[in-house]
C-alpha cells in the first residue's frame, strides 16, 4: 500500500503562484509513475502533469505547458507541482495519484489518490 497526502492549495490571485506537495509512504515508490490530476466543479477529472519516478521524465497537459513544473524530491519521497501564471480556470481540486507501473500521463491507472487540496484562482 501507498499513503499519499496532498497539501498546498490555497487562494491566490490571477497571476500568481502555488507550491502543491504530495508526500508518498508506505511501500517504495521508486519504480512508480507519480502524478496530479484535477476537477473543476461540475467537469471531470483531468490529467494535469506527470513524471516517473526512475528517471525523472516528465509530461504535462497542454493547458498548462509553459506554467506548471513538476518535480520530486526522492529524499523525501515527495513530488511536488510548482505552479505559475494561475489563471482563474486553474481553479479545482488537485489530486496526487501513483501508477505502479510506471505510466505518466492521460492513461495513468491512479492506484492510489492523495485526498485532494484546492486551488482557488481569483480574477
Known amino acids: 500500500q501507498v499513503q499519499l497526502v496532498d497539501s498546498g492549495g490555497g487562494l491566490v490571485q490571477a497571476g500568481g503562484s502555488l507550491r502543491l506537495s504530495c508526500a508518498a509512504s508506505?511501500?517504495?515508490?521508486?519504480?512508480?509513475?507519480m502524478g496530479w490530476f484535477r476537477q473543476a466543479p461540475g467537469k471531470e477529472r483531468e490529467f494535469v502533469a506527470g513524471?516517473?519516478?526512475?528517471?525523472?521524465?516528465?509530461i504535462y497537459a497542454d493547458s498548462v505547458k509553459g506554467r506548471f513544473s513538476i518535480s520530486r524530491d526522492n529524499a523525501k519521497n515527495t513530488v511536488y507541482l510548482q505552479m505559475n501564471s494561475l489563471k482563474p480556470e486553474d481553479t479545482a481540486i488537485y489530486y496526487c495519484?501513483?501508477?505502479?507501473?510506471?505510466?505518466?500521463?492521460?492513461?495513468?491507472?491512479?492506484?492510489?489518490w492523495g485526498k485532494g487540496t484546492l486551488v482557488t484562482v481569483s480574477a
Open positions: 495519484a501513483a501508477d505502479r507501473r510506471g505510466v505518466i500521463g492521460a492513461t495513468m491507472a491512479g492506484d492510489y
Open positions: 513524471i516517473r519516478w526512475s528517471s525523472g521524465v516528465t
Open positions: 508506505g511501500r517504495s515508490i521508486s519504480t512508480y509513475g
